[in-house]
């Protein structure tokens, strides 16, 4: 099976910077596509950044600038820099990893088990 562990969360003032982890592990053939959603309570969840096995980066508008997604294949492992965070960017994180666990396997999502970050005075 495959795991996701992520790290980073926690409460930080307005206009501070969190950096958050996740990294995959177990049966992994080959990983695609990685991403960061969110969720804030009484809204759906909102992809903020994803990054391609190639480096190219999409971001959600209301992060643009202020976010950096990057990863490290050889550690498969994703990376979310949040810097001017605001209050409005306060949810629960999730990492996304779309992969392939063996080489007949077709491409499938797995998800993290979400990290709490609050933005507040």
């Known amino acids: 099976q495959v795991q996701l562990v992520e790290s980073g969360g926690g409460l930080v003032q307005p206009g501070g910077s969190l950096r958050l982890s996740c990294a995959a592990s177990?049966?992994?053939?080959?990983?695609?596509?990685m991403g960061w959603y969110r969720q804030a309570p009484g809204k759906q969840r909102e992809l903020v950044a994803s990054?391609?096995?190639?480096?190219?980066?999409n971001y959600a508008d209301s992060v643009k600038g202020r976010f950096t997604i990057s990863r490290d294949n050889a550690k498969n492992t994703v990376y979310l820099q949040m810097n001017s965070l605001k209050p409005e960017d306060t949810a629960v994180y999730y990492c996304?990893?779309?992969?392939?666990?063996?080489?007949?396997?077709?491409?499938?999502?797995?998800w993290g088990q979400g990290t709490q970050v609050t933005v507040s005075s």
């Open positions: 996304n990893v779309n992969l392939k666990t063996s080489w007949r396997a077709f491409d499938n999502d797995y």
């Open positions: 177990g049966m992994i053939f080959r990983i695609n596509t």
């Open positions: 990054i391609t096995t190639v480096g190219n980066t």
